[in-house]
C-alpha cells in the first residue's frame, strides 16, 4: 500500500543540496492508482513511537478511493495540492481543497479522497502536537493567517451496508482492516478537533518596506512547535505574490547555512530566486547548515537591477517545510522515484566573485565617509 516509511537509517546520508523533477503522476493506462495506493514517503526525522518528528510524503493519484477510507495514528497530515483538486470526506463533513488550498486532517481522523483528474501534492506529517497558528508577537492581532480565514465541513453523513476497507497508517507502516458499513456515518459533531481547510490567496503578507530582509518566518502560515521555546517540529511557510521595495538591498534570499532543514515545493509559477529548473510539482531539500541560495542568474539580475518598487512572484506559489530535525531521505527519495535532479549543483558554477578591496580604500581617498561605523554599546 504504496511506500510510507520511517525508517531513517535505511538509506545513506546525503548533504548536498537536492532538487527533484516533478513527480511522476501514474499512468492511468497502466491502471489505476488512488490516494492511498500512490502515497510515497521522501524523507523525515524522529519516531511516531515516541511522538517525536516527522515526515513528508508525496502523493499521485489517478483515481480515487472506491469505498476505501484511512488515517493516521502516528500525527497530522497537512495536504498541499499541486494538481487536481480533492473531494475529501471525512467524519465530519466534505472539502473540497484545489491548487492553492492547502487542509489539515488531524491525528486519528478517518477520511477518502475523491479526485476528477490525475492529481499530484505533498504531504507534511508530524507527529508530536497539532499545527498552530504563529505567535505574532508585535505584529499585534491581525495579520498573516487570521482565523477567521481557516474553514471547517458541515455536518454531512452516509447510511451504507456495503463493504468498506479501512486503512491505518500505524508506526509508520500500513495496515488495513473491513468493514460491513460505510465510517462516514456519523450524524453530527461538536468541538473543535476537526479537519479544516485554508486558501493561500488568504494569507495577509508581512515585508520589509525601507531596506533589508525581514526573517522568512513572516511567511509562517502554520506551526508545529515543540518543547523548546521558539524551535518548532515543523513550520509552514509560503512565498506569496507581494510587492518589493527595499533600498539598497540584494532583495533574492541571502546566500546563507542554518541550523533548519528546509524542504520547499512549488504549486504554480516561477520561484524568484530560481526561475529555471525548479518546476512545479518538483521540489528541493537544503539540509542543516547546508550552503544555498539564488542561482547565478538570478544573482546578476539583482545585483544590477533598478531598485524600483515592483510586483515579484504574481502567478507564482512557492512554499517551504522547514523544520529544526535534521531530515534523511527514503531509497524511493534518492533513488526509486527517478526523478533527482543530478546537475542540481550546476546551477551556481557560474557564481563570480565582484569583491574589490580597492573599493573602500578609493571611498577613503576622496574623503568620503567608510562603508560601516562601528557602534559602541555601554552596559
Known amino acids: 500500500m ?14 548536498n543540496q537536492l532538487r527533484w523533477h516533478p513527480f511522476t503522476i501514474p499512468d492511468a493506462a497502466k491502471g489505476a492508482v488512488d490516494f492511498a495506493e500512490g502515497l510515497n514517503t521522501l524523507c523525515g526525522a524522529g519516531d511516531p513511537k515516541t511522538r517525536n518528528g516527522l515526515s513528508i510524503h508525496i502523493y499521485a493519484c489517478n483515481s480515487s478511493m472506491l469505498h476505501k477510507c484511512m488515517y493516521s495514528s502516528d500525527g497530522d497530515f497537512l495536504i498541499v495540492p499541486q494538481k487536481g483538486a480533492l473531494r475529501i470526506l471525512t467524519e465530519f463533513g466534505k472539502m473540497t481543497v484545489k491548487p492553492n488550498e492547502i487542509c489539515v486532517i488531524q491525528q486519528g481522523m478517518r477520511f477518502s479522497v ?21 505567535d505574532l508577537g508585535p505584529i499585534g492581532a491581525n495579520g498573516l493567517a487570521n482565523p477567521r480565514d481557516f474553514l471547517t465541513p458541515v455536518a454531512w453523513f ?22 460491513g458499513h460505510s465510517p462516514f456515518d456519523v450524524v453530527g459533531w461538536h468541538g473543535n478537533y476537526t479537519p479544516y481547510k485554508y ?11 525601507a531596506f533589508d530582509h525581514a526573517d522568512p518566518s513572516i511567511f509562517t502560515v502554520l506551526t508545529c512547535q515543540s518543547e523548546t521555546a521558539g524551535v518548532a517540529i515543523a513550520d509552514f511557510v509560503i512565498f506569496p505574490p507581494r510587492w518589493s521595495v527595499q533600498e539598497h538591498t540584494f532583495r533574492p534570499p541571502y546566500y546563507h547555512r542554518n541550523c533548519m532543514s528546509e524542504f520547499m515545493g512549488l504549486i504554480k509559477g516561477k520561484y524568484e530566486a530560481k526561475e529555471e529548473g525548479f518546476r512545479p510539482g518538483g521540489g528541493t531539500l537544503h539540509s542543516m547548515m547546508t550552503p544555498h541560495g539564488p542561482d547565478s542568474e538570478c544573482f546578476e539580475k539583482a545585483s544590477n537591477a533598478n531598485l524600483k518598487a515592483e510586483r515579484i512572484a504574481d502567478g507564482t506559489m512557492a ?61
Open 2 to 15: 504504496g511506500n510510507m516509511r520511517d525508517d531513517w537509517n535505511s538509506w545513506y546520508p546525503d548533504p
Open 114 to 134: 475523491q479526485v476528477s483528474e490525475p492529481s499530484r501534492g505533498y504531504i507534511l506529517e508530524t507527529y508530536n502536537k497539532h499545527f498552530t497558528l504563529p
Open 158 to 179: 452516509e447510511d451504507k451496508e456495503i463493504q468498506y476497507t479501512i486503512i491505518n497508517k500505524f508506526q509508520g507502516k500500513m495496515f488495513q482492516a473491513q468493514q
Open 199 to 209: 486558501d493561500l490567496d488568504k494569507f495577509m503578507v508581512i515585508n520589509a518596506v
Open 319 to 379: 512554499f517551504m517545510f522547514e523544520s529544526s530535525f535534521s531530515l534523511a531521505l527514503t531509497e524511493w527519495g534518492n533513488k526509486t522515484c527517478l526523478r533527482v535532479d543530478e546537475e542540481y549543483y550546476k546551477c551556481w558554477q557560474g557564481l563570480k566573485s565582484h569583491f574589490n578591496p580597492n573599493d573602500r580604500l578609493k571611498l577613503s581617498e576622496t574623503g568620503g565617509e567608510s562603508v560601516s561605523k562601528v557602534k559602541k554599546f555601554s552596559f
